[in-house]
C-alpha cells in the first residue's frame, strides 16, 4: 500500500471511528441522566470506558516506556547513517525507559510496604482486645477463687431440700 492510499483509508475510517464513539458516548450520557432522574442516587458521573481506566492505570508505563519506544523507532527508522546525536537520542530513551521501570516498582514495593503496615497495625489491636479480654478473664478467675475460699471459711452451706421448700437466699 502506498503512503497515498494509506492517507485515503485514513481519511475515511478516521471520521467513521470518530462519528461512531461520539454517538456511543451520547448515547451512554443519555442512559445515565435517564437512571438519575429515575434515582438520584445513582450520580450523575457513569463509569470509565475501558480505554479510560486503562490509561489511568497504565498512564506512567504508557508514557514512560510508549513514547520513547516511539522515539527510538523513529530515530531508527530513518534511512541515514548513525550520528552523534541519534546515539545521544537513543541513549537517553533506554536511560527514561529504565528510570521509569524503576520508578513503578520502586512504588509497587511502597505499597506492598503500606500493606504490612497496615496488617500489623490491625494485628497490634487484634493483639491489643486479647490482652484486655485475658485480664478480665484472669480477674474474673481471682474473683471466683476468693468467693470459693470465703465460702470454705463460712463453712459448708445448708443444701435446700427438694421437697418444695425454697432457698432463704432466693424467695419465692
Known sequence: MTQNQLIAVAAF???CATAILVGYWHRKQMRQVELFRRDPSVGV???PSP????FKQYWDLILGVG???????F??????????LSAG?????????VYTLYLRSERRLLAFIQGLLETDAATIDALRQVVEL????????ELQMK??????????????????EAHPNHGT
Open 147 to 164: 468467693l470459693t475460699e470465703l465460702e470454705r471459711q463460712k463453712g459448708p452451706k445448708e443444701i435446700p431440700q427438694r421437697t418444695g
Open 45 to 47: 458521573l457513569p463509569p
Open 89 to 97: 537520542l537513543i541513549s537517553y530513551n533506554i536511560a527514561s525507559i
Open 67 to 73: 513514547v520513547p519506544i516511539l522515539g527510538m523507532a
Open 134 to 141: 485475658s485480664s478480665l478473664t484472669r480477674k474474673g478467675t
Open 51 to 54: 480505554p479510560v481506566a486503562f
Open 13 to 15: 475510517v478516521v471520521p
Open 75 to 84: 530515530v531508527m527508522a530513518k534511512n541515514e547513517p548513525a550520528t552523534t
